[in-house]
């Protein structure tokens, strides 16, 4: 009994997470469309920054694989910086978005960015 409700709970966070921000929070429309603005604005370095990072994983786990513990320690500094970097554009994005909030939209945003960093799957790169 005690499972199947926090399999509830999991699987209703899993949903905000994953709903737009413009239902989970209350957005008015002029919020949504700013917003999605502020998204829109992002997503391409972040894409391309995602992708370069990808890129550079894939080489550390070759570099791992070869045992070469040079390269290796190269490429974990490279893919540590373009996360980082990951980490900076999304934390931007959530600044800019913060600032059009109310708020009580603002305490849901929290919640909203809780579950954003627990969701784990190939959905969610490891969590930039």
């Known amino acids: 009994m005690i499972r199947k409700y926090l399999s509830l709970i999991v699987l209703a966070g899993a949903l905000m997470a994953d709903q737009s921000l413009k239902s989970a ?3 008015s429309m002029d919020q949504a469309k700013a917003v999605q603005e ?3 604005k992002h997503q391409k370095p972040f894409a ?3 992708q370069d990072r990808n890129a550079e ?3 550390m786990v070759r570099a791992k694989l070869a045992n ?3 390269l290796l320690a190269e490429q974990e500094r490279i893919v540590d910086r ?3 970097e990951l980490r900076q554009i999304q934390m931007t994005e959530d600044a800019e978005i913060r ?3 109310t708020p ?3 305490r849901k945003f929290d919640d909203y960015l809780k579950l954003r960093r627990e969701m784990k799957g190939s959905s969610r790169d490891d969590k930039p």
């Open 68 to 70: 070469d513990s040079k």
């Open 25 to 27: 929070l209350g957005l």
């Open 99 to 101: 600032q059009l909030l």
């Open 57 to 59: 994983r894939r080489k």
């Open 38 to 40: 502020i998204e829109m």
């Open 104 to 106: 009580e939209q603002s």
């Open 48 to 50: 391309a920054k995602r």
């Open 82 to 84: 373009l996360t980082a």
